[in-house]
Structure formats: C-alpha cells, structure tokens
C-alpha cells in the first residue's frame, strides 16, 4: 500500500529552505560564497533523506533510538577530548568529508528515547528520563555551550507536561530548576557567559563588547522598516557590521534587506507549521507518536522563537540556529531528518 505524506507540510518545509537560500546567499556575497554552495548541498541531502524516512515505517525507525542516542554520546565525548577550540569552545567533530555537530545529532535521539520512555507514566520511566537528559546536558555544557545544553531540560520538561504523568512528576524538575539557577550563575557559568547575560540585562555598559552584536543586530533590522533595504543592498549587511549574519544573525540579515513585511513571512511559515503540528497531534491516538510531535515542535519552536528574539535584543545572545534559514550542515540534515520522521508518523495515522 502506497504511503502518504504531507503534502502541506513538505512545501512549508521546502519555502523556509528556499527563503534561507536567498538571504545567505546575500549574507555570504564578499568573503564566503563557498558557504552558500555548501549550504545548498546540505539542503539537497537533507530533503533525499526527509522523502526517504517520511516512506519508512516510524517503528521501523523507533527501534535505532537508543543505539543512535548511545552513538550520539560518545560523539559528544569525543568531541571533549580530541576536538580543538574554536571561538572558545569544542562543538564540531573534525570528519573526512567536513565537520560535525554532534549536540545537533543527540537533540534528535534524546527526542526519540524520551518519547517512549514518557508514553506511560512510571517512577521508574520518570528517572530513565531524566537520566536521558542530564548526560548530554552535561557534555555540552563542558563544550562550553550553554544554550545548547539549556535545550534538553528545556524539551524534557515540556514533553513531561503533555504527556499523562501526573503534576506532581512537572513540580520536581520546577523546584529543581528555581534552587539550581542562582547557584549555577554565580559557581558553574563561565565568566564571558556571566557577561553575555549581563550585558543582556545592561547593553549600554557592554556596548564596545558583548553587547555588540546584538545592538548592531537590532540596529539593522530596526533600519529594514516596513519594506527593507532590498535585496543585497543592506549597508549593515553588505558593510560587515553584523556579525556571523550568516549564521547565528542571518534573521538580522533578513530584516534589514526584506524588512518588517519579509520578517512576518517567515513567522507565518513557521507558525503554519506549528498549526500543522498541533492538527496531527490532536488526532493521533498513540501516545509514543504524540510525544515525539510534540519535541518535533518543542525544538522549532525554541530554536525559531529564541533565535529572532535574540536578534532583536529580548533574549540573550545564544548559538541556536534558526530552522533551515541559517547556515549549518548538521543543524539542517537533523532537522530534516527528524521532520521526515514526523511525517512518517503522520503517514502511519492516515
């Protein structure tokens, strides 16, 4: 029997890809067109790999969790160990064919685990759980990536409050999270991660320094207005005022060449697709399938969310891509990957 995608779906997915592709392509013009090449390849195997796994039995795909959330593991060990700094931190695994993420990799699988370790509630489960969380948490908090490490409680709790688990299950990692807070930003951040949040709190002081990119981020997008600048025409763009505009900046890119109109197409791609997710969530009767839709859009909705808001100066600067707009070989083929998986769920539903 022929299976079904969504077709919907697969050209939101394939709009915000295309929409990327033009505002990196702008964003790389001087210095790094290679990027932009690259980035397109990375596109083309994410959406072979997307058709791929949106036509293969989701159980089929379930049963390698755990060996893929072990794998991605010592990746992250590895990567500790053997992997040089770059912009002060140990984040990419150095491979024949180019270089790796592997943080991105175990987003994915501790996704996969959790959704069937949370699809019935259990003490036992509840601990599994946790424990599935705290040890990539850990890895990538030594990297040092806080950000990215903040993610994987962030999701583990959200799942835990839509799954059946009882409230008192919600309240432990709650209370836990009020106590540990205060302690972890005084005793286990680094200095320039203390720093990145108080100059969040107070640009004006840190504005020479970690304060920079996100007032010339603001800057630009504040100068895109309703229309933009057009097309390859953004001076703070084309001028080389915002930083890594291709990466961790591309929405300040975004906004200052399409402006407020273009910015507001982009929100709406991404808010169809969680309307699209919420639809088929509601649907679905299997609650290992439920779960695993809901950290789908727990992770674009954080990422997405997180990274326009860091962009305009209400969140703190963080390293977390935008969803198929910014440039990453890894952050892309997971993300495509695990929307092919979602996609096969929703084809074993209809």
């Known amino acids: 029997m022929m299976r079904r995608i969504d077709p919907f779906f697969t050209f939101l997915l394939l709009a915000i890809a295309i929409f990327g592709l033009i505002v990196l392509k702008s964003a790389v013009i001087h210095d790094f067109e290679f990027l932009f090449k690259r980035q397109i390849i990375w596109d083309t195997v994410g959406f072979v790999v997307f058709f791929i796994l949106s036509f293969i039995k989701f159980d089929r795909v379930n049963r390698l969790f755990p060996l893929g959330y072990v794998i991605s593991i010592i990746l992250l060990i590895v990567v500790l160990k053997t992997s040089e700094e770059i912009f002060g931190s140990k984040r990419w695994l150095h491979l024949p064919f180019g270089a790796i993420q592997p943080s991105e990799i175990a987003k994915l699988m501790t996704v996969g685990v959790l959704s069937n370790l949370l699809s019935r509630e259990s003490f036992k489960r509840f601990i599994l759980s946790f424990l599935v969380v705290i040890f990539p948490f850990i890895l990538v908090f030594l990297e040092p990536d806080l950000g990215t490490a903040i993610i994987f409680p962030t999701v583990w709790f959200l799942m835990l409050y839509v799954s059946k688990y009882r409230r008192r299950y919600i309240y432990i990692p709650l209370v836990s999270i009020l106590i540990i807070t205060p302690i972890a930003f005084n005793h286990l951040l680094m200095d320039y991660q203390r720093e990145r949040i108080m100059a969040f709190l107070m640009p004006e002081k840190y504005s020479a320094s970690r304060a920079y990119q996100m007032i010339q ?9 309703l229309f933009g600048r057009g097309y390859m025409m953004g001076p703070f763009n084309l001028y ?4 890594v505009n291709h990466s961790d900046f591309i929405f300040s890119t975004l906004a200052e060449e399409f402006g407020f109109l273009g910015s507001v197409v982009l929100i709406i791609l991404y808010g169809l697709i969680l309307s699209r997710m919420y639809r088929h969530f509601s649907r679905l009767r299997n609650d290992r399938n439920k779960l695993f839709i809901c950290g789908f859009t727990v992770l674009l909705s954080i990422h997405a969310l997180y990274n326009m808001g860091m962009c305009l100066g209400i969140l703190p600067v ?6 198929l707009v910014a440039y990453g070989g890894t952050s892309t083929f997971v993300f495509l990957s695990f929307a092919g998986m979602v996609n096969s769920v929703i084809s074993d539903h209809e």
């Open 217 to 225: 981020s603001m800057r630009a997008i504040g100068s895109g207005m």
């Open 240 to 243: 080389g005022y915002i930083p």
């Open 318 to 323: 963080a390293g977390l891509p935008l969803p």
